[in-house]
């Protein structure tokens, strides 16, 4: 089992910029992949971006070139750093860390982020 907590929610304006962190309970180098999804209001959830045990990444297309998923495993933390925010990426953004020997995905309780125009 592996719980999540995340931290660095907020809001900011525009254009700016906000560092999202995830700390896990245990160490994440046994966890295949670690990522953030988000959900706006009214929306589905979204999967915005993972990074496997080896660091390799993978980003949706609306955040690539603007957000930056990546892990400390001596801390267990994963970080999203996301920039040049817009509106539309107002949302809850969920913390994920997947391990294939349980086939589990493991949820943290979110943290909210608020871009205003």
């Known amino acids: 089992q592996v719980q999540l907590v995340e931290s660095g929610g907020g809001s900011v304006q525009a254009g700016g910029s906000l560092r999202l962190s995830c700390v896990a309970s245990?160490?994440?180098?046994?966890?295949?992949?670690m990522g953030w999804y988000r959900q706006a209001p009214g929306k589905q959830r979204e999967a915005v971006t993972t990074i496997s045990s080896s660091g390799i990444t993978s980003y949706a297309g609306s955040v690539k070139g603007r957000f930056t998923i990546s892990r400390d495993n001596a801390k267990n933390t994963v970080y999203l750093q996301m920039g040049s925010l817009k509106p539309e990426d107002t949302a809850v953004y969920y913390c994920?860390?997947?391990?294939?020997?349980?086939?589990?995905?493991?949820w943290g309780q979110g943290t909210q982020v608020t871009v205003s125009s």
């Open positions: 994920t860390a997947f391990t294939s020997g349980s086939g589990r995905m493991y």
């Open positions: 245990r160490s994440i180098l046994s966890v295949d992949a």
